[in-house]
C-alpha cells in the first residue's frame, strides 16, 4: 500500500508530464484579416482560407514509389524533390506548397504520406485586381501588409491569433482537440471613401489617355470637392496583386502620393486666387501681353503667341505666362508664396501612406523678380497629384481647402475605438 500510495503522488504525475509533452500541444489559430471595402461595401481586399502542405524530412518514408508519388502530387520532379529534402536532412521542418486550395491540399494528404503536415492559413484576394493595387498594396505569404493601406494599417487589420490544445499522435497527426485557449480575434475592417465603379471608370480612362499619348504612365485622382472623400486614384503601370510573376517594380509606386513633378500651368488658377484676394489688382483691369514675351532678371518668358489685351479670365483661358507675370509683381513679394503655403503645398498631405511626399515649396527669402513670376504660373515648385487634388478643392468650396479623406468616417470611428490610431487624421477633418 506504501508503494502504491508512493507511485501515485511521485510517479504516476511524472509519467503523465512525460506522456502529455509527447501528445500534448499548442496550436495557434490563424486570425482572419479584416476586409478592405469601397464606399458601397463592395470587397476591395479579402481573405480566403488556405493550406500549407509541410514536411518534416526525418519522418518522410524511404520507399521510392511514395516519394514518386508525392512529388508528382507536388508538381515537382523527383530529382528537385529529392534535393529539397536533402537540403533540409538536418531539419525537423520544410515547407512542401504555400497556400493551396483546400481541395488540392486534399488530395495530397489524400496519400497518407508519412511526414505531412497541412496547415490553415488565409490568402489575400483582391477582386479590383490591378485598378487600385497601388492604393491598397499587398500583403506578403504570411499575410502581412507589405505596401499601401494593408501597411499603413498593418496592426489594425491584423487582428491578433488564438491558440487551442490539441492531442497528435507521434507522426504529429490531430487525435482530438482538447479546447480553445485563447480565441482568434479578427482584424478591423476599413471602409474606404472610393467607389469602386468610378475606381473602374478612372483607371479606364487613364490607360486610353496614356495608350493615347504614348506616355510612360500616369496619374488621376478624382475628389469630392465639398467632402474632400477620394472617390477614385488610379496610377499607371500598375500590376496584378492576385499574380506578381514578372512583376515590374514601377508598378508598385503611388506615383499620386509619392511623386511630384513642377505642375506648370495649372498652378495659374490658384494664384489668380491669390491676385484677387490681395485687393490689388482690380477684378475688370486689362493686362496688355504684347509682344507676347518680356525680359526678367536675364530671363525670357514667352506666351506661345501674342495674345494683346486680356482680361483676368482671357489671362486663364489663354494660360499667357506674360500675364499671369505682370500681375504678380504688383502683388506683396510673399503674397502668392502664402496662398500656396495655405493651400497646403510643400507639406506632407498627412494620409499615414508610406512614402507620401511633402513636395517643394522654396520659402521666400531673397527672391528675385523672374522667381516671383515664374511661381505665379507653376515653376520653382513641385507638388504631387493629391497635393494639387487638395489644393484645387479651395476653388470649388468657397475658398476652404478640405484634406484628403480616404475612409468613410465610420471607419474612421471604429479604427479610433479600437485601436487609436488614426487620432491625427480625425483631428484634421474636424
Not at 492559413?121 to 487600385?132: D, H, M
Request: net charge neutral; glycine share 8%; proline share 6%.
Amino acid at each position: 500500500m506504501a508503494a502504491l500510495r508512493f507511485y501515485k503522488s511521485l510517479i504516476a504525475p511524472f509519467y503523465k508530464v512525460r506522456g502529455d509533452a509527447r501528445t500534448l500541444r499548442h496550436e495557434a489559430i490563424p486570425a482572419h484579416r479584416g476586409m478592405i471595402t469601397d464606399r458601397n461595401g463592395e470587397p476591395l481586399a479579402i481573405s480566403t482560407p488556405v493550406v500549407t502542405l509541410w514536411a518534416n524530412p526525418q519522418e518522410l518514408p524511404q520507399d521510392a514509389i511514395q516519394r514518386v508519388m508525392l512529388a508528382q502530387a507536388l508538381g515537382m520532379t523527383l530529382n528537385d524533390f529529392e534535393a529539397r529534402v536533402a537540403r533540409f536532412s538536418e531539419h525537423e521542418f520544410m515547407y512542401l506548397r504555400r497556400q493551396m486550395t483546400p481541395a488540392a491540399a486534399q488530395q495530397i494528404l489524400d496519400l497518407r504520406t508519412p511526414g505531412v503536415y497541412p496547415q490553415r492559413e488565409y490568402k489575400r484576394y483582391y477582386p479590383a485586381g490591378e485598378v487600385a493595387a497601388q492604393l491598397l498594396g499587398v500583403t506578403n505569404v504570411d499575410d502581412i501588409g507589405q505596401e499601401g493601406l494593408e501597411l499603413s494599417y498593418q496592426p489594425y487589420l491584423a487582428g491578433h491569433p488564438g491558440q487551442r490544445r490539441v492531442i497528435k499522435d507521434r507522426r504529429g497527426r490531430l487525435v482530438r482537440e482538447l479546447g480553445v485557449i485563447n480565441e482568434a480575434q479578427p482584424g478591423g475592417e476599413l471602409t474606404l471613401a472610393i467607389d469602386q465603379r468610378i475606381q473602374y471608370m478612372a483607371y479606364r480612362e487613364l490607360r486610353a489617355a496614356v495608350a493615347e499619348n504614348e506616355a510612360d504612365g500616369g496619374v488621376l485622382v478624382m475628389m469630392d470637392a465639398r467632402t474632400g472623400e477620394v472617390l477614385a486614384m488610379a496610377n499607371l503601370p500598375s500590376y496584378n496583386p492576385n499574380n506578381r510573376a514578372g512583376l515590374d517594380p514601377r508598378g508598385l509606386r503611388n506615383q499620386a502620393l509619392v511623386d511630384v513633378f513642377e505642375p506648370g500651368s495649372v498652378m495659374k488658377p490658384l494664384a489668380m486666387a491669390a491676385i484677387l484676394e490681395s485687393g490689388v489688382v482690380d477684378r475688370d483691369v486689362i493686362v496688355d501681353t504684347s509682344p507676347g514675351w518680356m525680359r526678367l532678371d536675364q530671363f525670357t518668358i514667352r506666351d506661345f503667341r501674342n495674345y494683346g489685351e486680356l482680361d483676368l479670365a482671357g489671362i486663364l483661358e489663354k494660360s499667357s505666362n506674360i500675364g499671369m507675370s505682370r500681375l504678380a509683381l504688383q502683388l506683396s513679394e510673399t503674397a502668392i508664396w502664402e496662398k500656396y503655403n495655405q493651400l497646403g503645398l510643400g507639406q506632407a498631405p498627412g494620409t499615414g501612406f508610406p512614402g507620401e511626399s511633402t513636395g517643394s515649396l522654396p520659402a521666400p527669402v531673397r527672391w528675385s523678380r523672374s522667381e516671383r513670376a515664374a511661381l505665379s504660373y507653376g515653376y520653382g515648385l513641385s507638388v504631387s497629384a493629391v497635393q494639387l487634388a487638395s489644393a484645387y478643392t479651395a476653388l470649388a468650396n468657397e475658398g476652404v481647402r478640405l484634406p484628403l479623406l480616404y475612409f468613410a468616417f465610420l471607419s474612421l470611428l471604429k479604427a479610433f475605438l479600437r485601436y487609436r490610431l488614426l487620432w491625427l487624421m480625425i483631428c484634421s477633418i474636424f
